[in-house]
């Protein structure tokens, strides 16, 4: 099993948009409530102008050990490039 912490990800081809999802442009959001961090209820079809749905698959707690081969799951802990450009991109979404 190849360990990923030892992958280069930065050699990684960069990904190009194929125009798979070009469809949904324009349509509306369907009612979904999503819980926050912070336990407050957002209704998807509310909201208005850009929205970015952040989620990841599960937040850990010192009292409780991590699944077996979490850590070898790209992004279990959070940190992507993907996560890390919303928080270092967030005036520039705000903006928008």
């Known amino acids: 099993m190849i360990n990923l912490n030892d992958i280069d990800w930065s ?6 948009d194929d125009g798979g999802t070009d469809h949904l442009l324009g349509l509306t ?4 409530v999503l819980e926050g961090t912070d336990a407050s209820q ?3 079809a509310e ?4 929205v970015v749905i952040y989620t990841y698959p599960m937040t850990g707690r010192p009292d409780v ?3 077996e ?3 070898m799951i790209p992004g279990a802990r959070g940190c992507t490039p993907q996560s890390c450009s919303f928080r270092d991109h ?7």
Not at 11 to 16: D, E, G, I, M, R
Not at 29 to 32: A, C, E, G, L, R
Not at 47 to 50: A, E, H, N, P
Not at 90 to 96: A, D, H, K, P, V
């Open 29 to 32: 959001m369907p009612s979904v």
């Open 90 to 96: 967030t005036e520039e979404l705000n903006r928008q």
């Open 65 to 67: 050990p991590l699944p």
């Open 47 to 50: 909201k208005s102008g850009l």
């Open 42 to 44: 957002h209704n998807i």
């Open 69 to 71: 081969g979490w850590d």
């Open 11 to 16: 050699t990684l081809p960069t990904p190009t």
